[in-house]
């Protein structure tokens, strides 16, 4: 089973930076990615950012320049540097790992964690 724990979320001023991580523990596939949700409607949540196990990065167009995702593959912990953050950027956040084939394809559940809430004041 496996578990993720989000801390970083917070106050920010629009312009302002923060930095989220997410700590993933329990039983991970070597194949997978983990990266970064906003939920924006009752029901869903879009990709701000996410990283393959191998390093490949993707992110939503609203947020390239700004965000970068890295990860530490030895503490199974993926980051997201946020700066020059905007109103807009306000929600929670919540990580998401998704085990997935050798072709990157996700397979079985993806786990997700607590969420964090991100506000940025104009």
């Known amino acids: 089973q496996v578990q993720l724990v989000e801390s970083g979320g917070g106050l920010v001023q629009a312009g302002g930076s923060l930095t989220l991580s997410c700590a993933a523990s329990?039983?991970?596939?070597?194949?997978?990615?983990m990266g970064w949700y906003r939920q924006t409607t009752e029901k869903q949540r879009d990709m701000v950012a996410r990283?393959?196990?191998?390093?490949?990065?993707a992110y939503a167009d609203s947020v390239k320049g700004r965000f970068t995702i890295s990860k530490d593959n030895a503490r199974n912990t993926v980051y997201l540097h946020m700066t020059r953050l905007e109103s807009e950027d306000t929600g929670v956040y919540y990580c998401k790992l998704q085990p997935t084939t050798a072709s990157a394809t996700p397979i079985f559940d993806a786990v997700w964690g607590q969420g964090t809430q991100v506000t940025v004041s104009s």
């Open positions: 329990g039983s991970i596939r070597n194949r997978n990615y």
């Open positions: 990283i393959s196990a191998e390093g490949i990065i």
